[in-house]
């Protein structure tokens, strides 16, 4: 049974750091790719980070790069994503889910990914 469970989120302020947590279980998660989304009240999902379970390639949206950085642990079977110089539009509700496909290359495409963390809130205010 695959399971997620998801941590790091709260608030911090403009520029500040926090760590996202997504462990899961269920399955050896070296040989999936696991995607990390985010959404605002009144706002579609949008994909955040990828890291692949084909390759171990990473891929970031254009809002992000050069601030996230995706990492996993594949002892832990725990994917986490670093965000740094957060900025308010950062706001949003983060989850991360997984592709059910052995070796499956990143989507951009949430409905790609068949399972999901409960999300983690994450509110860049001054």
């Given at each position: 049974q695959v399971q997620l469970?998801?941590?790091?989120?709260?608030?911090?302020?403009?520029?500040?750091?926090?760590?996202?947590?997504?462990?899961?279980?269920?399955l050896i998660l070296d040989y999936y790719s696991i995607g990390w989304f985010r959404q605002a009240?009144?706002?579609?999902?949008?994909?955040?980070?990828?890291i692949s379970g084909n390759d171990g390639s990473t891929y970031y949206a254009d809002s992000?790069?050069?601030?996230?950085?995706?990492?996993?642990d594949n002892v832990k079977d725990t994917v986490y994503l670093r965000l740094n110089s957060l900025?308010?539009?950062?706001?949003?509700?983060?989850?991360?889910?997984?592709?059910?496909?052995?070796?499956?290359?990143?989507?951009?495409d949430f409905?790609?990914?068949n399972?999901?963390?409960?999300?983690?809130?994450v509110t860049v205010s001054s």
């Open positions: 469970v998801e941590s790091g989120g709260g608030l911090v302020q403009p520029g500040g750091s926090l760590r996202l947590s997504c462990a899961a279980s269920g009240p009144g706002k579609e999902r949008e994909g955040v980070s990828c992000v790069k050069g601030r996230f950085t995706i990492s996993r900025k308010p539009e950062d706001t949003a509700v983060y989850y991360c889910a997984i592709r059910d496909l052995y070796e499956g290359v990143c989507s951009s409905y790609e990914y399972y999901w963390g409960q999300g983690t809130q």
